[in-house]
């Protein structure tokens, strides 16, 4: 896909996103990774409901962004995002409700906000360990996001996502729209968790999702 299809492209999942609640006011980011290395970003304090193709902002290889443009200040966690994961080309942040409330009312444990309560939550998402607060935009939290990617690959389990305490999820995949799917996924799994406090899958459940479908959990 190439730049321009690429703007569009994330216009159209920022104002999805936006019309159905899973972003609000000028919170939240997408970012894409082009294939020289530059990431395409949305700018500080735009809402995600209303971007247009030019208002991206191109960030090159070396983290410098064009003169009078205004990066989202997440741009370097993004950008640690890609260097410790290979397969991702797209990162999204949000500050989904149910997501945050989850980490205000207690997540199930650190290395695993939810448990594996539905087949698709563990095929299309799989863990997601919880990133200790730290202020918006603070670098630290790259460390900790490059670390827990690190510690994902060792287990050979990836991740697809992490959470922040009390801001809100960044998730990652191939494009936009594939990881806008993990996002979705997530959020509807933290909400059926707060409503239900369902039972986890078993042991034996989850091989089979592993053994048919390749779910890396």
């Known amino acids: 896909m190439n730049e321009n299809a690429l703007r569009e492209e994330i216009c159209f999942v920022g104002r999805s996103l936006f019309e159905r609640g899973y972003v609000h006011a000028t919170a939240g980011n997408i970012s894409v990774l082009l294939d020289d290395g530059s990431v395409l970003i949305t700018p500080t304090d735009a809402c995600l409901g209303r971007l247009a193709p030019a208002d991206l902002v191109r960030v090159d290889s070396e983290g410098n962004a064009p003169a009078g443009t ?3 200040k997440t741009i370097i966690l993004h950008r640690r ?3 410790a994961e290979p397969a991702a080309r797209c990162v999204i942040h949000t500050h989904s409700t149910h997501l945050v409330a989850l980490t205000l009312k207690g997540v199930w444990r ?3 906000i ?6 698709y939550f563990v095929m299309k998402v ?3 360990p919880l990133i200790p607060y730290r202020r918006p935009g603070d670098p630290q939290v790259g460390d900790l996001v490059s670390a827990a990617i ?3 690959q060792r287990a050979g ?5 992490v959470m922040l305490d009390r801001l809100g999820p960044n998730v990652w995949h191939e494009s936009p729209a594939a990881a806008m799917a993990v996002l979705e996924e997530l959020e509807e799994t933290a909400r059926l968790w707060l409503m239900t406090s369902a039972v986890p899958l078993t042991d034996e459940q989850i091989q089979e999702l592993r053994d048919a479908f390749g779910a890396r959990w």
């Not at 939810?114 to 087949?119: L, R």
């Not at 389990?157 to 996502?161: C, F, G, S």
């Open 114 to 119: 939810v448990p594996p309560i539905t087949p």
């Open 126 to 128: 799989g863990h997601v």
């Open 110 to 112: 650190e290395s695993d």
């Open 70 to 72: 205004r990066p989202s």
């Open 150 to 152: 690190a510690a994902g």
């Open 157 to 161: 389990t990836p991740l697809r996502a």
């Open 81 to 83: 995002i890609y260097a």
